[in-house]
Nanobody, 124 residues
Framework: VQLQASGGGLVQAGGSLRLSCAVS????????TGWFRQAPGKEREFVAL????????SYADSVKGRFTISRDNAKNTVNLQMNSLKPEDTAVYYC??????????????????WGQGTLVTVSS
């Protein structure tokens, strides 16, 4: 199983980035996919999730209205469009896949597979 995240970089506050995660080695439509982030010295935190066929989408309060998660089941990819970025969004962003039956998967321990992370840096 492989999750390959890409799209991170350096952006000024107020700018936008689009993260992508290419998933292989599993039956993509049987997994809920999510994005987490981890800032230096902090715990990994939930950002967004999208269920197997996209029927359930959930966001952390800190990103609601600014970030949009989507998935393409034909291409086995999950994306995170990040707009109106703030310096506090600076972190390593990870994509992850969960085989749990429930769609309410907002803690890292609920996810079975992880990507390697991509760094997002937002300057003020």
């Amino acid at each position: 199983v492989q999750l390959q995240a890409s799209g991170g970089g350096l952006v000024q506050a107020g700018g936008s980035l689009r993260l992508s995660c290419a998933v292989s080695g599993l039956t993509f439509t049987t997994y809920t996919t999510g994005w987490f982030r981890q800032a230096p010295g902090k715990e990994r935190e939930f950002v967004a999730l999208i269920s197997r066929i996209g029927g359930t989408i959930s966001y952390a309060d800190s990103v609601k209205g600014r970030f949009t998660i989507s998935r393409d089941n034909a291409k086995n990819t999950v994306n995170l469009q990040m707009n109106s970025l703030k310096p506090e969004d600076t972190a390593v962003y990870y994509c992850a896949a969960s085989a749990m039956a429930t769609t309410v998967v907002v803690t890292p321990t609920m996810y079975h597979y992880w990507g390697q992370g991509t760094l997002v840096t937002v300057s003020s």
